[in-house]
């Protein structure tokens, strides 16, 4: 199993900045991308961000141009540096992971347990 850990919410006044990560650890064989959702209050699930293997990535429009992702492969571990934070931001923050446990398998997804990220106006 894979287990995915997050850390870095709290409560942000509008314009400030937050920085978020996430450690995956536990039978890691490969991690083919990890990324970050949220979901607000009374909403759906929705993608933030997303990186690849290869350093590729790709946000949602509402993040693009104020939040930035990266990854430590060599510390399975996946950044979201979120700037100019706004009110609408305030969400619980999930990270996920596709990873394989052995050179058989085929991978599944993996989700930490959130953090919440609170933006006051």
């Known amino acids: 199993q894979v287990q995915l850990v997050e850390s870095g919410g709290g409560l942000v006044q509008a314009g400030g900045s937050l920085r978020l990560s996430c450690a995956a650890s536990?039978?890691?064989?490969?991690?083919?991308?990890m990324g970050w959702y949220r979901q607000a209050p009374g909403k759906q699930r929705e993608l933030v961000a997303r990186?690849?293997?290869?350093?590729?990535?790709n946000y949602a429009d509402s993040v693009k141009g104020r939040f930035t992702i990266s990854r430590d492969n060599a510390k399975n571990t996946v950044y979201l540096q979120m700037s100019s934070l706004k009110p609408e931001d305030t969400a619980v923050y999930f990270c996920?992971?596709?990873?394989?446990?052995?050179?058989?398998?085929?991978?599944?997804?993996?989700w930490g347990q959130g953090t919440h990220v609170t933006v006051s106006s």
């Open positions: 536990g039978s890691i064989f490969s991690i083919n991308f």
């Open positions: 990186i690849i293997t290869d350093g590729s990535t």
């Open positions: 996920n992971a596709h990873a394989t446990t052995s050179t058989w398998d085929h991978g599944s997804l993996f």
